[in-house]
């Protein structure tokens, strides 16, 4: 399979972004503020649902005797901690301030880059897309995921400005990456590329429900964004290591309970 076909998805992701962006760069700054900050309740609120129906993957797992909800905290948790003492949130403003530096984006550059980016690489299209592509060469569901990006894309950049497209590097990046080594990795440890098979394994599962309680925590940001109340975010760039941590719960648990 040739890399161009592992990668197509991807591809056609960034694609989505930067165009999202460019639209929503030229219809959003002829709108009025009000209606701007509406725009961006209105994505908060689909934001909210998409993560709602995410964290609902936590009910499809169990560790031996524990709840997936139960991981999924301990994994947040300990994510956090680790996250703080790390500084991931401080890294990704400092990323998105050196990015606004050297390309002179203007206004709120890193808020839109850091929210955009977390949104677009945070959930289980992106994990499930990726090992499709990359085993199988088959992009349909990062396509399917695109069009959402898409749509987001145009409503934050509109809010935010030219940092939501540089996010693009970021999905470039996540995804591009999870598809290259999907085929060194994917087949033995998640049980081939059969989107049914991927959907049901508990390691995606667990890492889908612990990705929809961040994508909350971005909901709520963009509604507090809407609101005029930023300053009250959730630090949710710190809870990013919870990702890595919650299929090492369950892996853990479940040896022990064997």
Known sequence: MSLLTQLSGTFVNVAAVLLGTLLGLTIGGRLPERTQRTLLQTLSLVTLFIGLDMAGSLNRVQG???????????????????GEALGVEEALERLGQTLKRRFRGGGRFTEGFVAASLLFCVGPMTVIGGLQNGLTGDSSTYVLKSTLDGIAALALAGAYGIGVGFSALTVLLVQGGISLLAGTFAAGLLGGADPQVLKTNPYVLLITGAGGLTIIGIS?????????????????GSLLPALLLAPLALWAVTRLGG
């Open 220 to 236: 709520w940001n963009l509604m507090l964004a809407g609101l005029g109340f930023e300053d009250r975010r959730v630090r949710v």
């Open 64 to 82: 031996g005797a524990v709840p997936g909800v139960i991981l999924a905290l301990i994994s947040l948790a300990a994510g956090a901690v680790i």
